[in-house]
């Protein structure tokens, strides 16, 4: 013990002479107060608050490392360009204001790791109708004097034929644009979003260009040690969390204390794109996916995306299974009664589409004819509403590929379907086209069970501010939409190259996802054959026992799971259980446990109709002996029983194997939903589908070889 | 002679059918009965009562001393001392001649594996099957079948057989080598009720012969009394209608 305690002084001592060593100017920096200078008002890296206080996410960082770090700082808000000089002529130490790193000042300066990523943003008034570069032709736009965004700005001023003016400060500029004067001006995006926060009457227009990170600079070749210390100081309140605080109080929650760190479980279509769909790499993206994912990172909140398929999703948000439900879901009456609606973050429509070559041009050409839906849309309620009136008649349908289908393939002569969905499925190749405007336009919303998660619905609608005001919402858009609503930008996420769209090609790009499929369906076969014969088995039993109680219990249980379609009795567990309980449980058990229920009630039948089946001397000739009735059951009939039940069990196993194709609507990722998710995305349904069931075939013929080998075996 | 069994108005309902209507009934020891009587008089369903494969609506069956018919007994120990013999033979389908005769000493842990196959033999020996041991039951004849399951029943050492018509399943020329096997086993002194149409069998090994009816024991004698000088003329016409098949 004693030992120890001495090792371990010996060693502090030892670093401690090494650190000493090796910064032999920390003693005297220790007792030395650094001069930092600073802009007089740069908002919200450094500005005076009430009191004349300086603030700012400069200040605060600087100061924050200072105490990390164990040496005092002196700010002195000189301005930008005085502070700059004085650096150069050592009269002050370092400077800290909002100094974009920039191979010019590399040269004069050395920098200490990059603390703020920025950009330049284009901001309007905010009823302007300006929404890009292009518009500012002939236009005056205000300027900011020696700043990154003016420099900018003079760079694409000559492509789109604006003429600039400059000012002082950024207020006169914000004024000059909020007057008219200036059609727009030019900002770091912080400054501008800070801006907007405070009530600036502007919008964000252009996404950030020309990134550049800030950096804390001392004078090239002097005061390392004071750089240093920056550089460990950053890192340090990083990771502590100081560091997003920071940044957070000034630019909105961005660690929102409310959700931080937490992990909220999001359901999710499974087809839906725009919205959600599954990429190359089977990776959830969209418009929702990508907004979602962009609001918990503002917010500091981590998300689980369970691309469950839309009545699920929504069924486990009202059952407590999930927290929140993302989904193109319109915020409608009906829906608000049982969830909470952040606010609107997609205005969506109605529109219905027509094989390509169809001759239908409007709603009054449908009547008599079919129409095809797909189940729980807004698209499907409005098509209902107006069935009467034009006199069509509707079919449904679990998931869009099929609708679309049923259109091309000419069952149906038209489908309804919200517009952005619409679009881009054209996009991606389905030989639709549109030919009605976006009726019973209707916005959508995240939802969270009513009277629940109200902090992580607080927390999506200040993220969707921010993102608002930074771009960022904009930019998800038109990465799936086009900048423009006529641009077809949608390119990025889903265009496979054609030959990926061979059988073969497919096979390969979509191994991994198959493979798991398959490993998922085979684990939930193996571990429910095996709960659901114990189960079956032992409620079998239980109906040849001589016991009355015994033989009811068995035929009830019998009767109510074999009764119950799986598909029920699977959401029934899955959904049911938990609202009446309160706990969850995950996919994969509640699977386990309606194939235990289902499959076990048709093993006890055959397990009893087995027993039943062996002669009755046979028992009698056993108890005559004086064998008690469990020895002669196990010893006399059961062996006989079970040789009966063989050709059933084989029979059951395979059934269990497709059966779990039924577990995909609680959004299990087993081979069948796997199908659907490849299908969402490249809208290969034939090939996938031939894919799919060839994959299961050959389980299933493996399967029976298996048994017929088992069957050989135990044949007397 | 000491009494092994006695049966004391014994009532036995399937139903509001009543099958057997009081039947008194005592067995010596070293003694064989034999039961006739028609078809659905109730022969099996009493023999079937005297080792409880049927359970006594009332009435008392005591074999050596014990109540086999009160609640607290344990009837699995009773039926140890009983061996029973099944008009269709009841061998175990899953199992080997010589499994059949040894299941049931070792599984009550009477014997070991070797002493049972031992055992097994002998009692082979004696239904004159030795060579069957390894045998399958489907492999047998009715006749051997029969065989076998009497030196099943004889494995646990009982002290009464019960035979319920065991050669009427049989073809005819099955019939003397499972006669010739009941008859050695009468002659060794095994206590033993026999349901069968055998007269011959009757006539020369029964020491008393019992004539049920609907239910009822409606005579009893030696067998010279009960097949030549029968007085109930039930009697009468049962025997009129056997000896003149
Ligand atoms: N398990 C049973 N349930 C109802 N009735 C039965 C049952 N066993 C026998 N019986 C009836 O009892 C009567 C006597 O049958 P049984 O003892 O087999 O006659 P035997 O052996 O003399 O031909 C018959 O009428 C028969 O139908
Ligand atoms: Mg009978």
Redo the contacts with the bound molecule.
Sequence with gaps: MKHKVFKIFGWAAFLMTLFFCLSQTTITAQAKTYQIGTDVTYPPFEFANKQNKYIGIDIDIMNAIAKEEGFKVNIKPVGFNAAVQSVQSGQLDGVIAGMTITPDRKVKFDFGTPYYKTGVVMAVGKNSHIKSFKQLKGKRVALKTGTAAADYANSIKKKYGFKTVTFDDSNNMYEDVTTGNSVACFEDQPVMQYGIKQGLKLKIVTSPANTGWYGFAVKKGQNKTLRLKFNRGLKKIQANGTYDQIVGKYLGNKTNPQVKGKTFTIGTDVTFPPFEFANKHNKYVGIDMDLIRAIANEQGFKVKIKPVGFNAAVQSLESGQIDGVISGMSITNARKAKFDFSKPYFMSGVVMAVAKNSKITSLSQLKGKRVAIKTGTSAADYANSIKKKYGFHTVTFDDSNNMYQDVTTGNSVACFEDHPVMKYAIKQGTKLKIITKPAESAPYGFAVKRGHNQALLAAFNSGLADLKASGTYDNIKAKYLGTNDNDSVAKTAAADDSDSRTFIGLIKQNQGALLSGLKETMWLTIVSIFFATIFGIIVGLLGVVPSKFSNGVSSVLIYLFRGMPLLVLALFIYTGIPSLTGTKIPAFVAGVVTLTFNEGAYIAAFVKGGIEAVDPGQMEAARSLGLPFGKSMRKVILPQGIRIMIPSFINQFIITLKDTSILSIIGLLELTQTGKIIIARNLEGFKVWTIVAAMYLIIITLLTWLSNWVQRRTKV | MSEKLKVTNLVKT?GT?E?LKGINLTVNQNEVVVII?P???????LLRALNRLEEPTSGSIVINNVDIASKGVDIDTVRENIGMVFQHFNLFSNLSVGENIMLAPVELKKETKEQAANQAKQLLKTVGLEEKFDATVQSLSGGQQQRVAIARALAMDPDIMLFDEPTSALDPEMVGDVLAVMKDLAKKGMTMVVVTHEMGFAKEVADRVVFVDNGQILEQGTPEQVFEHPKNSRLQDFLNKILNV
């Design positions: 399937f059918n099958v009587g078809s659905g008089s109730g022969k099996s369903t």
